[in-house]
C-alpha cells in the first residue's frame, strides 16, 4: 500500500532534507506551506532597490520545484492572530512565539491529513536546533498538544526520539533516518551534497519576522501606542518597510528610504495620510494615526525635510494629502538632527 506524507515546507534547508529522505523511502509526500504574513522573502528583498542582487524567488515553491512534489500555500494571517497576541508557552528573544507557532502548525497539518487521507506528518526540526521550540522537553508538547502524537515523524533528527507510528508500523526503515542534533548546520550541508542540493536557501537563516529584534520593537510600539494587541496583514507589511519615527504617541511617520520602497508605500496613499517634498527631492512619508492638526502637519513635515535634499535649505515645501482630498502645501525649515530625539526613532 502506497504510504503518503505531509511535509511542512518552510523553504529552508531543513525541510527540504527532511522531505527527500522520506521521499528516498518509496513514500509519496506533499507539502505545506502556511502563509502567516510575517515571512521575510518576498517582501523587502522585493522591494528595496538595494536588494536587487538577491533572487526573488518564494523558497518554499523553490523546494517543491527541487523535490518534484506538490505545494499546498495555505492562508492563515487571520487564525494565526492568536499565537502572536496569546501565546501559551510565551514568546522567544522578541516577539516570536515559537512554540506555540510550532504546535499550531502541526495541529493545522494535523487537520489536513485526516481530510486527505494521509498517513503522517513530517517536519525538518533538529533536536536542539532552536532554543525555545526545538528542544528535548519541547518535542513531545509539540506532538501531544497538536493532536498529532506519533504520527508526527522529524527525520533528520529521529534516532534521538521514541520510535513514531511510521517507523514502528514499517511505513519507513528508522535505520534510514538521521540522529543530527545542536546548533551546527554541517551534518545537514553534507547531506544536501549528498543529494546534489544546490543554491539553497542559507540554513543559518529564520524565515519570520517576528524573530528580528527591529521588526518586534515596532509591532510593540504599534500595540503600545493603540492601547490593544490588534493588527492586520496591511500592518504587518507597512512594519517591514521604511524609517519608523513617532514624534508623538498618537501618530507615526513611515518615511521610504530609497526608490523601492516608495514605489510600494505610494499604494497606501488611499489608506493614509501622506508628505511628500515638492521643492526638492525627497522621501514620500505616509502617517499612520488620526488625521494631524497644523502644528503636527508642519512637525512631521520637518522631520521628512530633514531627510530630503533640501535638508541645509532655509524652507523646504511639502504637501501633505489625505486620502481623497486636494494636498496642502507646507513651508517649513528642516530639523536638525539635534532636534529629532533619538527616542523618537523605531529601531
Known amino acids: 500500500m502506497q504510504r503518503k506524507a505531509v511535509s511542512l515546507i518552510s523553504g529552508g534547508l531543513d525541510s527540504l532534507?527532511?522531505?527527500?529522505?522520506?521521499?528516498?523511502?518509496?513514500?509519496?509526500?506533499?507539502?505545506?506551506?502556511?502563509?502567516?504574513?510575517?515571512?521575510v522573502e518576498g517582501h523587502t528583498h522585493a522591494i528595496r532597490k538595494k536588494d536587487k542582487a538577491k533572487p526573488k524567488r518564494n523558497n518554499a515553491l523553490w523546494v517543491a520545484e527541487k523535490l518534484g512534489i506538490k505545494l499546498h500555500i495555505i492562508d492563515i494571517v487571520d487564525e494565526y492572530k492568536d499565537v502572536v497576541i496569546n501565546p501559551k508557552h510565551g514568546y522567544g528573544a522578541n516577539?516570536?512565539?515559537?512554540l506555540d507557532c510550532k504546535i499550531f502548525m502541526v495541529h493545522k497539518a494535523f487537520e489536513w491529513i485526516k481530510k486527505n487521507n494521509f498517513d503522517f506528518i513530517i517536519t525538518g526540526e533538529v533536536m536542539g536546533q532552536?532554543?525555545?521550540?526545538?528542544?528535548?522537553q519541547t518535542m513531545p508538547?509539540?506532538?501531544?498538544?497538536?493532536?498529532?502524537?506519533?504520527?508526527?515523524?522529524?527525520?533528520?533528527?529521529?534516532k534521538n526520539l521514541p520510535e513514531t507510528?511510521?517507523?514502528?508500523e514499517g511505513w519507513v526503515n528508522r535505520d534510514q533516518l538521521f540522529d543530527f542534533s545542536g546548533r551546527s548546520r554541517k551534518p545537514q550541508i553534507q547531506l544536501a551534497k549528498k543529494y546534489g542540493f544546490e543554491d539553497y536557501a542559507q540554513p543559518a537563516g529564520g524565515c519570520c519576522f517576528l524573530t528580528d529584534e527591529n521588526y518586534s520593537v515596532k509591532l510593540q510600539?504599534?500595540?503600545?501606542?493603540?492601547?490593544?494587541?490588534?493588527?492586520?496583514?496591511?500592518d504587518i507589511m507597512l512594519l517591514k518597510v521604511g524609517r519608523h519615527i513617532r514624534p508623538r504617541p498618537d501618530y507615526k511617520i513611515i518615511?521610504?528610504?530609497?526608490?523601492?520602497?516608495?514605489?510600494?508605500?505610494?499604494?497606501?496613499?488611499?489608506?493614509?495620510?501622506?508628505?511628500?517634498?515638492?521643492?526638492?527631492?525627497?522621501?514620500?512619508?505616509?502617517?499612520?494615526?488620526?488625521?494631524?492638526?497644523?502644528?503636527?502637519?508642519?512637525?512631521?513635515?520637518?522631520?521628512?525635510?530633514?531627510f530630503s535634499k533640501g535638508k541645509n535649505a532655509d524652507r523646504v515645501e511639502l504637501d501633505y494629502s489625505l486620502p481623497g482630498s486636494e494636498p496642502q502645501t507646507v513651508s517649513v525649515k528642516p530639523l536638525q538632527p539635534s532636534e529629532i530625539p533619538q527616542n523618537w526613532y523605531l529601531l
Not at 17 to 39: P, R, S
Not at 130 to 136: A, D
Not at 165 to 168: G, P, S, T
Request: charged share 30%.
Open 141 to 158: 508538547i509539540i506532538s501531544h498538544e497538536s493532536g498529532a502524537e506519533d504520527l508526527l515523524l522529524r527525520p533528520l533528527c529521529a
Open 17 to 39: 532534507l527532511a522531505t527527500k529522505a522520506i521521499m528516498e523511502q518509496g513514500i509519496h509526500v506533499e507539502g505545506i506551506n502556511f502563509f502567516t504574513g510575517f515571512c
Open 255 to 306: 518615511m521610504a528610504r530609497e526608490e523601492g520602497e516608495t514605489r510600494f508605500l505610494s499604494g497606501y496613499k488611499k489608506q493614509f495620510q501622506s508628505i511628500k517634498t515638492t521643492s526638492h527631492a525627497g522621501p514620500l512619508a505616509l502617517i499612520d494615526g488620526p488625521p494631524l492638526d497644523q502644528d503636527q502637519i508642519e512637525l512631521a513635515s520637518a522631520i521628512i525635510a530633514r
Open 221 to 234: 510600539d504599534l500595540w503600545d501606542n493603540r492601547g490593544e494587541k490588534k493588527y492586520d496583514l496591511d
Open 130 to 136: 532552536r532554543p525555545m521550540s526545538q528542544r528535548k
Open 165 to 168: 507510528k511510521a517507523e514502528r
Open 95 to 98: 516577539l516570536n512565539p515559537c
